[in-house]
T-cell receptor, first 116, second 108 residues
Framework: GPKVLQIPSHQIIDMGQMVTLNCDPVSNHLYFYWYKQILGQQMEFLVN????????KSKLFKDQFSVERPDGSYFTLKIQPTALEDSAVYFC??????????????FGEGSRLIVV | GQQVQQSPASLVLQEGENAELQCNFSTSLNSMQWFYQRPGGSLVSLFYNPSGTKHSGRLTSTTVIKERRSSLHISSSQTTDSGTYLC??????????FGIGTRVLVRP
């Protein structure tokens, strides 16, 4: 099926440093998302992105977070500066966004971030 | 309270047994999606099912909107079915609200 690729798969970073998580969405998809999952807890929505803009963000999407997709390359989530509570697995997803099954979200394998 | 509740929290099956996983939601929705989360964490989309019944191999999903529930039926379970099954409701903007999941272990 359609594949969403995420880089890196794992990263350990010192608190206060910047981290960028990269996502290569499905090629013809138009809508992009980031979700966060703390170990043992449910997956939670962070942000969705369409046509170069953030459409909606949750209260988990702190001021230290930002997303962009410059020139149709990777869809990125940047955290600057990082905090201990940012340790989690971050999942990128994409959808075509039109039609019935066009709203189906396809997820990447996740980027496991550990802030120490 | 939680908008999406899944039951049971965990399930142990003997290979070959069937299982029914439930998802109840406390709010209106546009659609329901079921995912399988591998033990390593990655998610696989199983069904996009806003209403009615859909089949895929040994899996069947049934969503009844007016009763605010969706179910996932696994028939003739296999050890490779072990993992966590997540349901997620979509209320608009493709923003998904996930349940906590049902952990399934299928013993050989």
């Amino acid at each position: 099926g359609p594949k969403v690729l995420q880089i890196p798969s794992h990263q350990i970073i010192d608190m206060g440093q910047m981290v960028t998580l990269n996502c290569d969405p499905v090629s013809n998809h138009l809508y992009f998302y980031w979700y966060k999952q703390i170990l043992g807890q449910q997956m939670e929505f962070l942000v969705n992105f369409y046509n170069g803009k953030v459409m909606e963000k949750s209260k988990l999407f702190k001021d230290q977070f930002s997303v962009e997709r410059p020139d149709g390359s990777y869809f990125t989530l940047k955290i600057q500066p990082t905090a201990l509570e940012d340790s989690a697995v971050y999942f990128c997803a994409s959808s075509h966004g039109t039609g019935d099954s066009g709203n189906t979200l396809y997820f990447g394998e996740g980027s496991r971030l550990i802030v120490v | 309270g939680q908008q999406v509740q899944q039951s049971p929290a965990s399930l142990v099956l003997q290979e070959g047994e069937n299982a029914e996983l439930q998802c109840n939601f406390s709010t209106s929705l546009n659609s329901m999606q079921w995912f399988y989360q591998r033990p390593g964490g990655s998610l696989v989309s199983l069904f996009y099912n806003p209403s009615g019944t859909k089949h895929s191999g040994r899996l069947t999903s049934t969503t009844v909107i007016k009763e605010r529930r969706s179910s996932l039926h696994i028939s003739s379970s296999q050890t490779t079915d072990s993992g966590t099954y997540l349901c997620a409701l979509e209320r608009g903007g493709n923003k998904l609200t996930f349940g906590i999941g049902t952990r399934v272990l299928v013993r050989p």
